[in-house]
């Protein structure tokens, strides 16, 4: 199976990781969110995943989501013909989802580097929208690089992140945690966004 997964060649260092993980939980039920939450044992994992859930509601995607018809229709794009630049957004963000291939931790800081670059050159290109007729256009390009960034780097590390740093045992409670803490995350920076713009 693993052969047929991942292609030929040596494999015999995951197959024993995944040996000794069957062997470390043989007989152990799945654990419930509480017991991920009271066993220390698996705190700093714990600690991990909610600062990577919480940096994916602060670094600006829902923002860029929000303000992409506006930033389109700026560059000239009719707005019956937004909807077209919204798919190729979405498109965008499954292509380099699918394209992730350096580590983890590479793409991570690289990617989030580069969010931040493009957010704060979208900040300039909003503010000089109106003085070139082709700093809109800078705006689009930059949605879409920023988009193409998230998706190849967060978008694309945290859910194999949950299977990568907690046990068989523990992953359903850990994406139970992760989906409830993202949704109260994005409820609560929904509720307090109109008020910050």
């Not at 693993?2 to 000794?20: F, P, R």
């Not at 066993?39 to 509601?57: E, H, K, N, P």
């Not at 793409?107 to 290109?125: E, F, P, Q, R």
Request: charged fraction near 15%.
């Amino acid at each position: 199976a693993v052969k047929q997964l991942w292609g030929d060649g040596d494999h015999v260092a995951e197959i024993d990781d995944m040996m000794s993980e069957q062997e470390a939980i043989r007989g152990e039920k799945a654990k419930s969110v509480c017991d991920l939450l009271r066993d220390r044992a698996v705190r700093w994992q714990l600690i991990t995943l909610f600062l990577l859930v919480s940096c994916m509601q602060l670094i600006g995607a829902n923002v860029v989501y929000f303000y992409a018809y506006n930033v389109f229709t700026k560059a000239g794009i009719p707005p019956n013909q937004t909807h077209y630049v919204s798919l190729g957004v979405g498109i965008t963000e499954i292509l380099s989802t699918v394209l992730c291939l350096a580590g983890r931790k590479t793409l991570l800081w690289k990617n989030y580097t580069v969010m931040a670059l493009a957010l704060g050159l979208l900040t300039v290109t909003l503010s000089l929208q109106d003085s070139f007729f082709w700093v809109p256009y800078c705006s689009v390009a930059l949605v879409f690089i920023f988009i193409m960034s998230f998706g190849i780097g967060p978008g694309g590390v945290l859910c194999p992140l949950i299977t990568e740093i907690f046990i068989q045992s523990y992953r359903p409670a850990a994406y139970v945690f992760n989906g409830v803490t993202n949704w109260i995350q994005l409820f609560i920076l929904g509720l307090f966004f109109p008020f910050i713009v």
